[in-house]
């Protein structure tokens, strides 16, 4: 069982920036790809970005391309989401997610262990 803990979300104006972050439990950290996933009320989870266990490699949605970056400290066990020139578009809840396979995935389903999601609200 892997628990999860996102932070950093908030209120901000368009254009402005936010770092999430999110803070996992246990000692195999390491060995996990970790996502960023986010959802608005009534529509579905939809991705936004992916990291490999080294960091070596990301991936992210073409909404998101360009303006966020994810990042990952495995000996803090935390892996971040760092958002810039942010849109109203972007308003949502944005969860973090454990795919415990260690290989790379864009859907809700290939993963395996999510956090409590934190409210991201950008103003125009």
């Known amino acids: 069982q892997v628990q999860l803990v996102e932070s950093g979300g908030g209120l901000v104006q368009a254009g402005g920036s936010l770092r999430l972050s999110c803070a996992a439990s246990?000692?195999?950290?390491?060995?996990?790809?970790m996502g960023w996933f986010r959802q608005v009320l009534g529509k579905e989870r939809e991705f936004v970005a992916a990291?490999?266990?080294?960091?070596?490699?990301?991936y992210y949605a073409d909404s998101v391309k360009g303006r966020f970056t994810i990042s990952r400290d495995n000996a803090k066990n935390t892996v971040y989401l760092q958002m810039n020139s942010l849109k109203p578009e972007d308003t949502a809840v944005y969860y973090c997610?454990?795919?415990?396979?260690?290989?790379?995935?864009?859907?809700?389903?290939?993963?395996?262990?999510w956090g409590q999601g934190t409210q991201v609200t950008v103003s125009s």
């Open positions: 997610a454990v795919r415990a396979g260690g290989t790379y995935s864009s859907t809700e389903a290939g993963y395996d262990y």
């Open positions: 246990g000692r195999t950290f390491s060995t996990y790809f």
């Open positions: 990291i490999s266990r080294t960091g070596a490699s990301t």
